[in-house]
C-alpha cells in the first residue's frame, strides 16, 4: 500500500511539475506562428520583396495601434538545425513588416548582426526572452529583442556577447554586454536614451537581465545592474532632467482634442502657415495661408487635413518627409486619411503648426 502511494505521489509531483512549467511559458513566452501559417501568408515572392535571404526561424504576429505586425527572425546556419541552439549560425537578421491597405508588404526596421569568425563560433535569437507587449500602455507594442553569441574561448556563454534591442515609438535603444569570466573584460554599454524610456518598460528590461544571469546566459557587472536599478528608483528626477516642454506625442493628443474646437484648432497653428502638396503635373507646390478663415475656405485644408487628419490620428514620428526638408518635419499617421507631413515649431514648452500637407484630388 505504502509502495502504491509512493508511486502515485511520484506521478502527481511530475504532472504538478510539468504543468507549472507549462504555465510559465505560456505567461511569458510569444506565440510564433506554425509553419502553414508562415508559408501562406509569407510564399516565396512575399519573402524576395521583404528581402529575405536566410531560413526563417520563426515569426510572431502582434497588432497595436499601428495595426498587424509581423517580426520575422530568420538565421543563416552552417551546421545543424536551424531549431537547435547547439547547431553553428553565421549570421541573423529580423524584419518588422506589416501589409499595406493594397496587399503590399511594408518593412518598419531590421535588425542585422553576424559572427566574429575570429573569436565566435555562433549567433542566434533567444526567442524565450522576447517581448511583444504594450508595456507603457500607450497603445503601441514595444518589442525587445535578444541575441547572443558563443565564443571559441571559455564553456557555453562564458565569452560571448548579448544584444538586448528595445524599439519604442519608432526607436531603437540597445544595451550590448561582453561576457567574461574576468571583471576587468566584462563591460556593458548601455545607450543614453535607455534611461529616458518609460518606468514600465525599464523594469521590462531589468526583470530580462536578471532571467539573463539566472538562466546562465549573461553575467552583468554589478555597478551595471545597480545603474539600472537606479533609474528605476528615480524616475521622476530623470524625466524632468529630460523635460524640455511637450513632447510630440504630448502635441499630437493636445492637437486632437483641439481639432474638435476652431477656437483652440487656431492657437495650435502659426501664421502664415506654409502649405504643401502634389499637384496635377505631379510637381510639389506651396501657399501660404495667412488666417484661420482663409483655411476654413480651403475644404481639403480644414476638412480633411486638420479635421478628419488630426480626429482620427494615432501616431506621429519623425522621418520620411518627402514634401518638407524642414528638420522639424514629422509624419502623422492618421485611420482617414492615411500619413500626413507636419513641421512644428516650439513656442515656449508648447509645439505649433508651422507647415503641413494638404490633400490633394
Same mark, same amino acid.
Given at each position: 500500500?505504502?509502495?502504491?502511494?509512493?508511486?502515485?505521489?511520484?506521478?502527481?509531483?511530475?504532472?504538478?511539475?510539468? &504543468?507549472?512549467?507549462?504555465?510559465?511559458?505560456? @505567461?511569458?513566452?510569444?506565440?510564433?506562428?506554425?509553419?502553414?501559417?508562415?508559408?501562406?501568408?509569407?510564399?516565396?515572392?512575399?519573402?524576395?520583396?521583404?528581402?529575405?535571404?536566410?531560413?526563417?526561424?520563426?515569426?510572431?504576429?502582434?497588432?497595436?495601434?499601428?495595426?498587424?505586425?509581423?517580426?520575422?527572425?530568420?538565421?543563416?546556419?552552417?551546421?545543424? @538545425?536551424?531549431?537547435?541552439? @547547439?547547431?553553428?549560425?553565421?549570421?541573423?537578421?529580423?524584419?518588422?513588416?506589416?501589409?499595406?491597405?493594397?496587399?503590399?508588404?511594408?518593412?518598419?526596421?531590421?535588425?542585422?548582426?553576424?559572427?566574429?569568425?575570429?573569436?565566435?563560433?555562433?549567433?542566434?535569437?533567444?526567442?524565450?526572452?522576447?517581448?511583444?507587449?504594450?508595456?507603457?500602455?500607450?497603445?503601441?507594442?514595444?518589442? &525587445?529583442?535578444?541575441?547572443?553569441?558563443?565564443?571559441?574561448?571559455?564553456?557555453?556563454?562564458?565569452?560571448?556577447?548579448?544584444? !538586448?534591442?528595445?524599439?519604442?515609438?519608432?526607436?531603437?535603444?540597445?544595451?550590448?554586454?561582453?561576457?567574461?569570466?574576468?571583471?576587468?573584460?566584462?563591460?556593458?554599454?548601455?545607450?543614453?536614451?535607455?534611461?529616458?524610456?518609460?518606468?514600465? !518598460?525599464?523594469?521590462?528590461?531589468?526583470?530580462?537581465?536578471?532571467?539573463?544571469?539566472?538562466?546562465?546566459? #549573461?553575467?552583468?557587472?554589478?555597478?551595471?545592474?545597480?545603474?539600472?536599478?537606479?533609474?528605476?528608483?528615480?524616475?521622476?528626477?530623470?524625466?524632468?532632467?529630460?523635460?524640455?516642454?511637450?513632447? &510630440?506625442?504630448?502635441?499630437?493628443?493636445?492637437?486632437?482634442? #483641439?481639432?474638435?474646437?476652431?477656437?483652440?484648432?487656431?492657437?495650435?497653428?502659426?501664421?502664415?502657415?506654409?502649405?504643401?502638396? !502634389? @499637384?496635377?503635373?505631379? #510637381?510639389?507646390?506651396?501657399?501660404?495661408?495667412?488666417?484661420?478663415?482663409? !483655411?476654413?475656405?480651403?475644404?481639403?485644408?480644414?476638412?480633411?487635413?486638420?479635421?478628419?487628419?488630426?480626429?482620427?490620428?494615432?501616431?506621429?514620428?519623425?522621418?520620411?518627409?518627402?514634401?518638407?526638408?524642414?528638420?522639424?518635419?514629422?509624419?502623422?499617421?492618421?485611420?482617414?486619411?492615411?500619413?500626413?507631413?507636419?513641421?512644428?515649431?516650439?513656442?515656449?514648452?508648447?509645439?505649433?503648426?508651422?507647415?503641413?500637407?494638404?490633400?490633394?484630388?
Amino acid at each position: 500500500m505504502n509502495r502504491h502511494f509512493k508511486v502515485l505521489l511520484t506521478i502527481y509531483s511530475i504532472f504538478i511539475c510539468t &504543468i507549472g512549467i507549462a504555465q510559465e511559458d505560456k @505567461n511569458y513566452r510569444e506565440t510564433p506562428l506554425t509553419d502553414m501559417e508562415i508559408k501562406k501568408l509569407f510564399p516565396a515572392e512575399v519573402l524576395q520583396q521583404i528581402g529575405v535571404e536566410f531560413p526563417i526561424f520563426r515569426v510572431y504576429p502582434f497588432e497595436d495601434k499601428d495595426g498587424k505586425q509581423y517580426l520575422i527572425l530568420t538565421e543563416k546556419v552552417t551546421k545543424g @538545425n536551424i531549431q537547435d541552439e @547547439n547547431s553553428l549560425k553565421r549570421s541573423i537578421k529580423a524584419f518588422n513588416v506589416s501589409f499595406e491597405v493594397d496587399k503590399t508588404v511594408k518593412v518598419r526596421w531590421t535588425i542585422t548582426d553576424y559572427i566574429d569568425k575570429e573569436r565566435e563560433t555562433s549567433i542566434w535569437f533567444w526567442s524565450r526572452y522576447l517581448r511583444l507587449k504594450d508595456l507603457d500602455n500607450d497603445g503601441f507594442v514595444d518589442p &525587445i529583442v535578444v541575441y547572443g553569441t558563443k565564443s571559441i574561448y571559455g564553456d557555453h556563454f562564458e565569452e560571448g556577447r548579448v544584444k !538586448i534591442l528595445i524599439y519604442h515609438l519608432g526607436k531603437k535603444i540597445v544595451i550590448r554586454h561582453q561576457n567574461s569570466e574576468m571583471d576587468d573584460a566584462r563591460h556593458t554599454q548601455v545607450d543614453k536614451s535607455f534611461y529616458a524610456l518609460p518606468l514600465s !518598460i525599464k523594469k521590462k528590461v531589468y526583470d530580462i537581465i536578471d532571467l539573463l544571469e539566472d538562466n546562465g546566459h #549573461a553575467l552583468f557587472l554589478s555597478e551595471v545592474k545597480e545603474q539600472i536599478k537606479n533609474s528605476l528608483k528615480t524616475q521622476k528626477n530623470t524625466t524632468s532632467s529630460f523635460d524640455k516642454g511637450e513632447t &510630440i506625442d504630448e502635441f499630437l493628443q493636445r492637437a486632437k482634442k #483641439a481639432a474638435s474646437s476652431n477656437a483652440e484648432l487656431q492657437k495650435t497653428i502659426n501664421f502664415p502657415l506654409r502649405v504643401r502638396g !502634389i @499637384n496635377d503635373k505631379s #510637381a510639389v507646390f506651396e501657399d501660404k495661408f495667412y488666417s484661420f478663415a482663409e !483655411i476654413k475656405d480651403n475644404v481639403m485644408l480644414y476638412e480633411g487635413t486638420f479635421k478628419a487628419g488630426l480626429l482620427s490620428a494615432v501616431r506621429i514620428y519623425r522621418g520620411d518627409c518627402q514634401l518638407f526638408n524642414d528638420k522639424n518635419c514629422f509624419v502623422i499617421k492618421s485611420t482617414e486619411i492615411g500619413l500626413t507631413e507636419v513641421v512644428l515649431l516650439k513656442k515656449g514648452k508648447r509645439y505649433i503648426i508651422v507647415g503641413i500637407e494638404i490633400l490633394t484630388a
